[in-house]
């Protein structure tokens, strides 16, 4: 018996190599007196290519009904009623992955390494939501995204967050999207989906911690209004600078605002604009040194951004497996007679060598510094653009939804008093 | 008069702006087109990358897993000493549970004749462990071997196996066919 498992343990270790098995069949296919027939494997596809287009049509469909719902119909209830529909049919049965906020990291990677392919559908997906907020503004939020709506239907009590809270918190975003295609194009890890607090909940399952933060952001959402979108959405980030340029918006009022006050206080996203300060006009000359001097500052901002990311390289680069292995075993080769880890065991059972490795992991590393030094000049661009920001002074007579943060929820018609 | 200068200068940087973005997007949209694939692409398992290490059971989003065992026939040899069915050192071959190397009885034995067997998996109760695969390969044929099954898998637009697989084995795939089958013996293309 001893003998016989040291036998076959021995045949186990010459054998399983990776090339010797690729060459020979140890046992030929019998010849069958019987008549026997073997059975196929059974390989079902993974649905229709059809469904992808009933996918894209679906959007295509929300995003041009919405802009109609939001710019000439005005209906909240509409809206709502089509982001219930979106919400069960993109997330609880699609199951959430249909997604134009990850697809960035798909567009990201197709760019930075040429033997992947994304598919259409996944560029589709990427740009009709930018091209529809170019033309009618952040439709995409209003009903089609699934993490918006989950967190648009649980709002209850919704509290103001303070204009510095919010507008410093509202840069986050951008650096988030930076992050996301620094890891995307290093082809290390997509984190936006890794980091997706509601695919959880969508699935009915996932690590258990993930459930935790998705159920928290919906509890604190049901003060704060949408976090997520407003906080962290990384997509929310593009779709916000194109909105700001859009062709046509909703607007609170029907035709002429008269100045009632009376949607001040209705948008849960504090995305209402109200009239300026007539003090605050008058101010305007002093605020134009500030803002040159500002704008003056740009440049150096690019500068430290690229520069303090390009200096955290290595430790972001650790987030790559590759240079991690390769971290874990240049410090500490001890790792290499730990049996239980089995990312070392496995290397160490490849054919590759420490020295092939550590190569690969350098080459990675390098591409981390520039590329951090990227993230990182954008990171500095848009600090500065936001602190310029701060100091220009757009004159407004009336109450307007800002075209950045509006989510085009439709909450805010029904308190204008203005008939058509 | 002074209102509708600015009226009018904002409007144009609005829309010189959006003139701009529209060609932005179409650039990265054309670009990206360009490498586009036209079929659907889905995560699949290169059976001669996969080391078996057991990820496969425990990092699908799913559970149990959407990988399986599957069982290429016509690489059979129809060992009556199955080394992806029995464990090692139990050579008696009995059918007891406990000398059954999977850890949830889904292979079948069925006799066809002697001295052959009939080896099928029972997909409800595989978890994708890939104890099966490796025996297989290491004493037999290696026509068992783990894949995605697509009638399972959601599509996770980064499949938290492939994150962690040590061996690199998991990619995504283009084409018709989503399976990488270990048909022959030759390792694909
Ligand atoms: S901000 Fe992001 S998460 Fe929120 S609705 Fe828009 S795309 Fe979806
Ligand atoms: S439509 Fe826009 S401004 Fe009005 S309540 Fe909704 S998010 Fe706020
Ligand atoms: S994680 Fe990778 S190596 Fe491990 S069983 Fe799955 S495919 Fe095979
Ligand atoms: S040994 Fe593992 S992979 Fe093989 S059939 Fe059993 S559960 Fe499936
Ligand atoms: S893509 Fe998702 S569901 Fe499919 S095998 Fe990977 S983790 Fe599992």
Known sequence: ?420 | MERKKTKNRREFIRSSMRFGMVLALGGVGGLAFRNAAAGKSVWQIDPFKCTWCGRCATHCVLNPSAVKCVHAYEMCGYCDLCGGYLKVGHSDRSTAAENQLCPTAAINRKFIEEPYYEYVINEDLCIGCGKCAEGCTAFGNGSMFLQIKHDICVDCNECSIARVCPSDAIKRINGPDPYLMKGDFSEPA
């Not at chain 1, 509290?159 to 290390?188: D, E, I, N, Q």
């Not at chain 1, 695919?199 to 509890?219: C, K, N, P, Q, S």
């Not at chain 1, 008269?258 to 101010?283: E, N, R, Y």
């Not at chain 1, 390009?310 to 075993?329: G, T």
Request: some cysteine; aromatic content about 14%; hydrophobic content about 50%.
């Open chain 1, 1 to 420: 018996m001893r003998l016989k498992t040291t036998i076959l343990a021995f045949l186990l270790l010459i054998t399983s190599g990776p090339v010797l098995w690729a060459q020979q069949q140890r046992f030929p296919m019998p010849e069958f007196e019987s008549g026997y027939q073997y059975p196929d494997a059974k390989l079902p596809g993974s649905g229709s290519l059809a469904m992808e287009y009933f996918d894209v049509g679906i959007l295509v469909l929300l995003l041009a009904v919405t802009s109609w719902l939001a710019i000439k119909k005005r209906s909240r209830k509409w809206i709502l009623l089509l982001m219930t529909g979106a919400l069960l049919y993109f997330g609880f049965w699609r199951q959430g992955c249909i997604c134009p906020i990850g697809a960035v990291q798909n567009v990201a990677l197709g760019f930075s390494d040429p033997t992947y392919a994304v598919s259409w559908f996944i560029i589709a997906l990427f740009l009709l939501p930018l091209l529809f907020s170019l033309a009618f503004g952040r439709v995409f939020c209003g009903t089609a995204c699934p993490l918006g709506a989950i967190q648009d239907i649980v709002v209850v009590r919704p509290v103001r967050v303070p204009v510095w809270v919010r507008k410093s918190l509202g840069m986050f975003p951008f650096v988030y999207l930076a992050l996301a295609v620094l890891f995307a194009t290093t082809g290390t890890d997509f984190i936006i989906c890794r980091y997706d607090p509601f695919i959880g909940i969508f699935r009915m399952g996932a690590e258990f911690h993930l459930i935790v933060i998705g159920i928290g952001f919906l509890l604190v959402g049901m003060f704060v209004a949408r976090p997520y979108c407003r906080f962290f959405c990384p997509y929310g980030a593009l779709l916000k600078t194109t909105s700001i340029f859009s062709k046509n918006h909703l607007s609170i009022t029907p035709s002429q605002c008269i100045d009632c006050k009376l949607c001040k206080d209705s948008c849960p996203f504090d995305a209402i604009d109200h009239p300026t300060d007539p003090k605050v006009i008058g101010k305007m000359k002093d605020k134009t040194k500030h803002f040159l001097l500002y704008a003056a500052l740009i440049p150096l901002l690019i500068v430290v951004g690229g520069w303090a990311m390009s200096s955290a390289h290595i430790f972001l680069a650790r987030a790559n497996p590759d240079v991690y292995l390769a971290h874990l075993l240049v410090r500490d080769p001890s790792v290499m007679e730990d049996l239980d880890n089995l990312d070392v065991q496995t290397f160490l059972g490849s054919d590759r060598t420490v020295d092939e490795l550590v190569n690969d992991a350098t080459a990675i590393q390098a591409t981390f510094r520039s590329g951090a030094w990227f993230t990182g000049a954008f990171i500095g661009l848009v600090a500065g653009l936001f602190l310029v920001s701060q100091f220009v002074i757009r004159r407004r007579d009336d109450y307007q939804p800002n075209r950045g943060d509006c989510f085009s929820c439709g909450r805010c018609f029904k308190y204008c008093p203005v008939q058509k």
